[in-house]
Structures are given as structure tokens and as C-alpha cells.
């Protein structure tokens, strides 16, 4: 005879992570990058589980909307009515079922799992039954979906899962068939770049050190530092990384430090700095000589700035602790950069979450904010100093119209592009 024992599946440590991180981002507003960061350092898993957790949560955000629309129609009561957890259950489940590659069996089982785990097991036949649903109904569900043809704005939203005010806001400047274009985009994965720190090593040189350490990348056209990254594992934890010899940042993001063209021994404040990015960059093009002021407002961002430049070997930063409205240097500085606060519209496919965070309020108060900072801002210049105003929005009022007004209300500043500048960078594609 044989005796059969019934052994209920652990969950994998990356889902159930993928699961805290949900239901912190939907309870308690927590930031996609910051929750799974600290999730990391709490539990040190294991590579592979922090790629499949960050997979999940982010392309669950990305993709949210489409995924609450085809849970609706499963569920006999809304989604809005279950507990977080076994939204988040069915959010990541659905999202695996649907945009990846992940065996249907597993992901069943593993959601099951979770949910037997947690304080709701009772709920776990309803996941089951969900998710088995969308599974026989798969083909019939996707024809459900509103076609760009018929209902563009409706596509838009649900198919593309971008809030309807922002899009509204989208169509009525771009036009919906350019805003097709833009979702679609936004709902690709992000690339991976690196700024060489030159002060250390030539890009050629780290992109040898890359290669010997199984890192496939490639130098773009865009911006002489960087290094566009095409395969690899977890930077952070190479002894490149430990040296100093890069930092993790955005092409376009690097742009901006080249736009204000410092010079060495020129002295330079930097109002809203961390982590240190831009800041760094800055040091590095003035050959760290002379001195950047970095500002935050909040001190465990100013240590941020701080173990950026140690670790870059960078000594001309001094990290300050302040409200940028209402500091001001000592001596008029040559250069400023303001690296607004914004509503972060054109980052999206990097950072998913925000879609979901921003309102329209939070526009109106940006603007705001960036008006009083660029006042200030002019307070602290030299004569014929320079001045770089930069945001990661597509809103008109953060850029365009609040370029205009602030030019209205100081004539003695006008609009130049360093001729440097204009020779490499203009006409590139990022």
C-alpha cells in the first residue's frame, strides 16, 4: 500500500515580495523603487528573485488598468472590494498570465499559495477559480477590449493603462494618434544606461572592464560618458562599482550637466540634487576643481549626494541641508542648476507608478513650486552667469509657459544654447 501526503506549495520569495511591495504602493503610497529596495535590504534574496519581484511589481503597474479591466469582468463584485492582498494577487497572476512567458500551472499554484500563506486564506479558492476563468476565456476577453479605431481615448486608457485626465490632456495638444505612439512606448521596457566617470577611467576602458565581466554594452552617439547596457547582471554589486569607475543614469538625464557647461574652478549651485546624479556629472565635466553647492531639503538625501561623491572620489561637493526658496549663497555663483520637482510625465516608462500617483492638483502646486524656485534662483547669479531650468515633464506649463513667464519677469536673462552644446547634441536621438 501507499500512502499520498498532501504538501501545500511555499510561495517564491520574488512573488511574495511582489506582493508586499503591491499592497504598500496601494495602502500606503509607497514608491515602486523604494518599497522593493527596502523589501531587498530587509530580506536579502537571492539575484534572481529580486529581478522576478522588480518584474512583477513594474510591469504590473504599467499595465494596471488593462489588468482591473479584465479582473472586473471575472469577478462577480468590483475588484475595489476585496482586501489589497488578494487584489495584488490577482493583479500580478493576471499580469503574468497575460505579458509573459511564465508556465500558466506555476503561476496558478504560486497565487494559490500566496494567498493560503497570508491572513485570507479562505479567499484562496476565489484566486483559484479567477485565474482559472481568465484561462478558458482568454480569447474571448481580449475581444472585450476597446479597438483604437472605435473608442481612441477608451484604447487609450484601458488597452495602454494611462489615467484618463492625462490623456484627455495628451489628445487635445498632441493628437490621439501621437499619443498612441507615446503610450505604447511608455509601455516598453526602460533602457539601461551608465555615465563613465572619467575622472577614473576612460569609457573605452570601462567598456573593456564590461565585457570581461560578462556585460554586454555599446558607446551611443548621444553623450561622450555614457554606455548603453544590452545584457549583464546586477551592477551595484561589481568591484566596478565598489572603484567608482560608473554611475547608473539616464542618457537624457546627462544631457542636462553638458547644458550648463561648467567649467573648473568655477563655482556652482546645484538646488535640488539628490541623490547626486546631476551633481556628480557636473564635478566630473569641471575636472572636480572648484566647488558645487548641492542642496535637499531633507537630510537623508544630502547623505545620499554625500556617498555619491565618495564613492565617485569626487571632493569638490559640498552637500547642504536646506530649503532651495530660501537659501542663498555667500558670493553670486557662476552657474545654477534647477533640476525642478515636477509631475514626472515623461519619465513614465522608467517609472510606472507615477501615472497612477499624479492628479491634477499636483500640477498646479508643481508650477508653483518651480516659479518661487526659479525667482530664487535668479537671485544667486553672476553677472552673465548661467542658469539651467530642467524637468522630466511633457507638460506645457512646467516647460514652455514657465520658461516664458519667468523671461517676462527678468528681462536681464534671455534663452542661449552654448554653441558647444548645439554642435554635439543637437539632432541627437536618445
Known amino acids: 500500500s501507499s500512502v499520498a501526503t498532501a504538501v501545500m506549495i511555499k510561495p517564491t520569495a520574488g512573488r511574495a515580495l511582489a506582493l508586499k511591495a503591491l499592497v504598500a504602493i496601494e495602502e500606503q503610497g ?25 518584474e512583477l511589481v513594474f510591469g504590473t503597474l504599467r499595465h494596471l488598468n488593462l489588468i482591473d479591466f479584465l479582473l472586473n469582468r471575472l469577478l462577480t463584485k468590483e475588484l475595489s472590494g476585496l482586501p489589497a492582498a488578494i487584489r495584488g494577487v490577482l493583479r ?17 499554484n504560486e497565487a494559490v499559495a500566496l ?35 472605435d473608442d481612441s481615448l477608451a484604447h487609450l486608457v484601458i488597452v495602454h493603462s494611462h489615467p484618463r ?9 498632441f493628437g490621439a494618434e501621437t499619443i498612441h505612439q507615446l503610450v505604447s512606448a511608455n509601455n516598453l521596457p526602460a533602457p539601461l544606461s551608465v555615465r563613465t566617470n572619467t575622472l577614473l577611467i576612460s569609457r573605452e576602458k570601462l567598456l573593456a572592464a564590461f565585457a570581461d565581466a560578462g556585460i554586454e554594452a555599446i558607446p551611443p552617439e548621444t553623450v561622450p560618458e555614457a554606455l548603453r547596457l544590452r545584457s549583464g547582471r546586477e551592477l551595484t554589486n561589481l568591484p566596478l562599482w565598489d572603484a567608482g569607475y560608473f554611475y547608473l ?25 539628490a541623490p547626486g546624479g546631476k551633481t556628480t556629472h557636473l564635478a566630473q565635466l569641471m575636472e572636480n576643481t572648484g566647488q558645487i553647492f548641492a542642496l535637499d531639503q531633507y ?102 509657459q514657465q520658461i516664458h513667464n519667468f523671461l517676462a519677469a527678468h ?20
Request: charged fraction near 25%; include cysteine.
Open 30 to 54: 509607497a514608491y515602486a523603487n523604494r518599497i522593493l529596495n527596502s523589501l531587498f535590504a530587509e530580506g536579502k534574496p537571492e539575484a534572481q528573485e529580486k529581478s522576478l519581484a522588480t
Open 92 to 108: 500580478l497572476s493576471l499580469y503574468q498570465l497575460r505579458f509573459t512567458s511564465h508556465p500558466a500551472y506555476a503561476v496558478v
Open 115 to 149: 494567498i493560503k500563506h497570508g491572513k485570507y486564506g479562505g479567499l484562496a479558492r476565489l484566486v483559484n477559480a479567477v485565474l482559472r476563468n481568465y484561462l478558458r476565456q482568454q480569447q474571448a476577453m481580449e475581444e472585450t477590449l476597446p479597438a483604437f479605431a
Open 165 to 173: 485626465w492625462l490623456v484627455e490632456r495628451w489628445v487635445d495638444r
Open 249 to 273: 543614469q539616464d542618457e537624457a538625464s546627462m544631457l542636462v550637466a553638458h547644458l550648463l557647461a561648467p567649467e573648473p574652478g568655477e563655482v556652482i549651485a546645484d538646488l535640488c540634487a
Open 299 to 400: 537630510s537623508h538625501k544630502t547623505s545620499l549626494i554625500a556617498e555619491n561623491a565618495r564613492r565617485l572620489q569626487i571632493g569638490i561637493i559640498q552637500p547642504i541641508t536646506a530649503d532651495a526658496r530660501e537659501w542663498c549663497p555667500e558670493q553670486p555663483v557662476d552657474g545654477i542648476l534647477l533640476d525642478a520637482p515636477c509631475t514626472g510625465t515623461g519619465v513614465l516608462r522608467r517609472r510606472p507608478d507615477i501615472r497612477w500617483r499624479r492628479q491634477p492638483a499636483d500640477l498646479r502646486e508643481l508650477v508653483s513650486l518651480q516659479e518661487t524656485l526659479l525667482n530664487q534662483a535668479a537671485l544667486m547669479l553672476k553677472p552673465g552667469g548661467r542658469l539651467v531650468y530642467s524637468t522630466c515633464s511633457l507638460e506645457t506649463e512646467e516647460n514652455e
Open 411 to 430: 528681462p536681464n536673462f534671455r534663452v542661449e544654447i552654448p554653441q558647444d552644446f548645439a554642435a554635439h547634441f543637437n539632432g541627437q536621438r536618445l
